[in-house]
């Protein structure tokens, strides 16, 4: 069984860039979740996919966008890239439609750092 | 708005202490709160999963309590050791119904550890 992997591991742009991030699911997991953490901060939830359909999203732009493909790995994808979303970006996947249930333990990634200048 | 205020900020206990890291919470309507433990440079780590009925769990040293009434969490950790040194965030679950799924995370408290 995998763990949740994410590419790239650091990245460094340019302001009004644009940025996909990667995520592959853990096996057997159909949900997945996207969130930034700034630096000494908590987590933040950008949005959720399941089964290639966003169904949940926090305040972010919709310059902050995804995918989830049909082997439920998904991307994250920033356009017009500003000072402050210079952060650690994690994806998470779980087993199931609604992630804020007991049942469904999220399994993060190691995060994907990203430097915008 | 949904908050979750975690205290303290940052602590230092000496390697066999025990401590206890608090979790206050404004988030409705409540389905769960989570514990997680983050290492340096890595994602953080499920401990423990509580919904509105258990008000105690336990995983290992690590022991998680909840009010639901005051709206508060701890999280008492045993006989500490080294490799507990971390960020340690709470997880608050809000769930609307319609699709609305809402995941509120604290700023974290930062343990250390020293021998």
């Known amino acids: 069984e995998t763990g949740v992997t994410q590419s790239p591991t650091h990245l460094i742009k340019t302001r009004g860039q644009q940025v996909t991030l990667r995520c592959s699911s853990q096996s057997g997991h159909n949900t997945v979740s996207w969130y930034q953490q700034a630096l000494g901060q908590g987590p933040q939830f950008i949005f959720q996919y399941y089964r290639e359909e966003e169904n949940g999203r926090g305040n972010f732009p919709p310059r902050f966008s995804g995918l989830q493909f049909p082997n439920y790995s998904s991307e994250l994808n920033v356009n017009a890239l500003e000072l402050d979303d210079s952060a650690l970006y994690l994806c998470?996947?779980?087993?199931?439609?609604?992630?804020?249930?007991?049942?469904?333990?999220?399994?993060f990634g190691a995060g994907s750092r990203l430097t915008v200048l | 708005k949904n908050q979750v205020e975690q205290s303290p900020q940052s602590l230092i206990i000496l390697e066999g202490k025990n401590c206890t890291l608090q979790c206050n919470y404004t988030v409705s309507p409540f389905s769960n709160l989570r514990w997680y433990k983050q290492d340096t440079g890595r994602g953080p780590v499920s401990l423990t999963i509580?919904?509105?009925?258990?008000n105690t769990k336990s995983n290992g040293r690590y022991t998680a309590t909840l009010d639901a009434d005051t709206k508060q969490s701890s999280l008492h950790i045993t006989a500490s050791q080294l490799s507990d040194s971390a960020s340690y965030i709470c997880v608050v679950s809000a769930h609307s119904g319609a699709g609305s799924y809402q995941l509120t995370f604290g700023k974290g408290t930062k343990l250390s550890v020293i021998p």
């Open positions: 509580m919904t509105f009925s258990e």
């Open positions: 998470a996947s779980s087993l199931g439609r609604d992630i804020t249930l007991g049942a469904n333990v999220l399994t």
